[in-house]
């Protein structure tokens, strides 16, 4: 028997189909080319119908190739929302978590996002669901004959099942902004407070909870948030493991069973109960790129031509790992697009001297900047947490391909890291939610008895 698990990423979509008994994993991966060509620099939308299609194609793939399919789970990006009408139907863009309308100015010197969060003390930022459709409300931007707004993995989810009312967990529901993590409910006061309407929000319901069939025979489970999916498809052990994620962004992920609040680290439910603890960097793996681009320009400018077989992260890797030792190091932060609790702030090359400025320094204090941007987080996760955790677990494609960086990690927070097998943590994750739902699997809490590491 095979579950599928759906990863509705910004840039990609990829499905696996998985077969836990025989261990086997099908994967299939889509370019998500469904952006919109915005009217404004601050606007980052997609098409939700186009996203559906193709989530849609892949799904249908595997159903040529598999005729055992018992739950398929959807997971994928938070914070965005769309608006549907009563019958269902999408009736504006995807605007996406990237999407910076929050950050405009609603009152002189203070952002849309920073006004929420002077009337209602709960931290969200720009692309956080309820911050943009209070940019919406404000500016006259809600279509007419909105009914409800919902994330594009909900809105999926309706299309797959043929239903028309969107319904939403508490993952996906706490990345919208104003959710009580202890009630497990949105805080119907502060919204109302704000002049919005709570009416419009999706019902909520337990993660891995069946939202209806596909085709009329396979059931679909509750979607769940990205980053949720990929603690569920990356570690084994819950109460011991330390995720850190490079992907276009960065995250440290640690699982607490009690409810906890810290300053910088967003406290997210996790399926089944209890929550994660989560430091977001906005800069992981786009840095990198932002360094190889600056190589790039520079042999263009002295050669005239980039050689087209230069591979940037086999440059890096052939790196003597023991300048990760140098007394004398670049001391770079890789904050080129500010960080969560302060978007004006910006990258910094220090440490400069006679000797050390060299493009093996350069990529090693990218790598470092990185690394230690998760580390600070790491620092302020309570004692009592920190204290349980002893395995150290990577996730992204930057860490993947790139051996000199898994060294970087291990050496700042002094364990191994365990890479998993499965390559789609978050796809994986997701098939875990229908396996869960379809009771293959006891619960979320057990989950990572599935999961295997390559080293």
């Given at each position: 028997?095979?579950?599928?698990?759906?990863?509705?990423?910004?840039?990609?979509?990829?499905?696996?189909?998985?077969?836990?008994?025989?261990?086997?994993?099908?994967?299939?991966?889509?370019?998500?080319?469904?952006?919109?060509?915005?009217?404004?620099?601050?606007?980052?939308?997609?098409?939700?119908?186009?996203?559906?299609?193709?989530?849609?194609?892949?799904?249908?793939?595997?159903?040529?190739?598999?005729?055992?399919i018992k739950g398929i789970g959807i997971t994928g990006q938070m914070h965005g929302i769309?608006?549907?009408?009563?019958?269902?139907?999408?009736?504006?863009?995807?605007?996406?978590?990237?999407?910076?309308?929050?950050?405009?100015?609603?009152?002189?010197?203070?952002?849309?996002?920073?006004?929420?969060?002077?009337?209602?003390?709960?931290?969200?930022?720009?692309?956080?669901?309820?911050?943009?459709?209070?940019?919406?409300?404000?500016?006259?931007?809600?279509?007419?004959?909105?009914?409800?707004?919902?994330?594009?993995?909900?809105?999926?989810i309706m299309q797959l099942t043929r239903e028309k009312t969107p319904r939403i967990d508490?993952?996906?529901?706490?990345?919208?902004?104003?959710?009580?993590?202890?009630?497990?409910?949105?805080?119907?006061?502060?919204?109302?407070?704000?002049?919005?309407?709570?009416?419009?929000?999706?019902?909520?319901?337990?993660?891995?909870?069946?939202?209806?069939?596909?085709?009329?025979?396979i059931p679909v489970y509750t979607a769940i948030g990205d980053n949720q999916a990929s603690?569920?498809?990356?570690?084994?052990?819950?109460?011991?493991?330390?995720?850190?994620?490079?992907?276009?962004?960065?995250?440290?992920?640690?699982?607490?069973?009690?409810?906890?609040?810290?300053?910088?680290?967003?406290?997210?439910?996790?399926?089944?109960?209890?929550?994660?603890?989560?430091?977001?960097?906005?800069?992981?793996?786009?840095?990198?790129?932002?360094?190889?681009?600056?190589?790039?320009?520079?042999?263009?400018?002295?050669?005239?031509?980039?050689?087209?077989?230069?591979?940037?992260?086999?440059?890096?890797?052939?790196?003597?790992?023991?300048?990760?030792?140098?007394?004398?190091?670049?001391?770079?932060?890789?904050?080129?697009?500010?960080?969560?609790?302060?978007?004006?702030?910006?990258?910094?090359?220090?440490?400069?001297?006679?000797?050390?400025?060299?493009?093996?320094?350069?990529?090693?204090?990218?790598?470092?900047?990185?690394?230690?941007?998760?580390?600070?987080?790491?620092?302020?996760?309570?004692?009592?947490?920190?204290?349980?955790?002893?395995?150290?677990?990577?996730?992204?494609?930057?860490?993947?391909?790139?051996?000199?960086?898994?060294?970087?990690?291990?050496?700042?927070?002094?364990?191994?890291?365990?890479?998993?097998?499965?390559?789609?943590?978050?796809?994986?994750?997701?098939?875990?939610?229908?396996?869960?739902?379809?009771?293959?699997?006891?619960?979320?809490?057990?989950?990572?008895?599935?999961?295997?590491?390559?080293?």
């Amino acid at each position: 028997m095979h579950f599928i698990g759906i990863d509705i990423g910004t840039s990609t979509i990829c499905g696996v189909a998985v077969d836990f008994e025989n261990k086997k994993i099908d994967a299939v991966l889509r370019e998500n080319d469904s952006s919109i060509n915005p009217d404004t620099q601050w606007e980052i939308i997609q098409d939700p119908l186009r996203i559906y299609l193709i989530v849609e194609e892949i799904l249908n793939e595997f159903l040529r190739k598999f005729g055992d399919i018992k739950g398929i789970g959807i997971t994928g990006q938070m914070h965005g929302i769309l608006y549907v009408d009563k019958d269902g139907k999408v009736i504006s863009p995807l605007i996406n978590w990237q999407d910076g309308r929050g950050n405009l100015m609603i009152q002189e010197n203070l952002s849309y996002a920073d006004f929420l969060v002077k009337e209602t003390g709960y931290r969200v930022a720009s692309g956080f669901g309820l911050v943009t459709h209070f940019y919406n409300l404000k500016n006259k931007l809600i279509p007419d004959n909105t009914y409800k707004l919902c994330t594009i993995m909900d809105y999926v989810i309706m299309q797959l099942t043929r239903e028309k009312t969107p319904r939403i967990d508490p993952s996906n529901a706490a990345s919208l902004g104003f959710f009580d993590l202890k009630s497990m409910k949105f805080d119907v006061k502060s919204i109302r407070n704000v002049s919005m309407d709570p009416d419009i929000l999706p019902e909520v319901v337990r993660s891995g909870e069946i939202a209806g069939l596909y085709k009329k025979e396979i059931p679909v489970y509750t979607a769940i948030g990205d980053n949720q999916a990929s603690v569920l498809g990356s570690i084994r052990e819950l109460k011991k493991s330390i995720l850190v994620n490079i992907g276009t962004s960065g995250q440290i992920s640690i699982y607490s069973d009690e409810f906890v609040k810290v300053n910088a680290l967003e406290t997210r439910p996790f399926p089944g109960g209890g929550y994660i603890l989560v430091g977001a960097s906005l800069c992981g793996g786009v840095s990198f790129n932002i360094l190889k681009s600056l190589f790039e320009k520079t042999i263009e400018m002295f050669c005239q031509r980039i050689p087209s077989k230069v591979d940037f992260f086999k440059l890096a890797n052939s790196i003597d790992p023991g300048l990760l030792d140098n007394n004398d190091p670049l001391n770079i932060e890789t904050l080129f697009n500010g960080s969560r609790a302060n978007q004006s702030r910006r990258g910094s090359i220090n440490n400069i001297s006679m000797e050390n400025l060299t493009p093996q320094n350069l990529i090693t204090g990218f790598f470092a900047g990185v690394c230690n941007e998760l580390y600070d987080f790491y620092k302020i996760i309570p004692d009592r947490i920190k204290a349980e955790t002893s395995v150290l677990i990577g996730s992204g494609n930057a860490i993947r391909k790139n051996s000199l960086l898994c060294k970087v990690f291990e050496k700042r927070f002094g364990h191994n890291l365990l890479i998993p097998k499965n390559k789609e943590e978050a796809s994986f994750g997701a098939s875990i939610c229908a396996a869960v739902g379809g009771n293959y699997i006891n619960s979320f809490m057990e989950a990572g008895k599935v999961i295997e590491y390559i080293k």
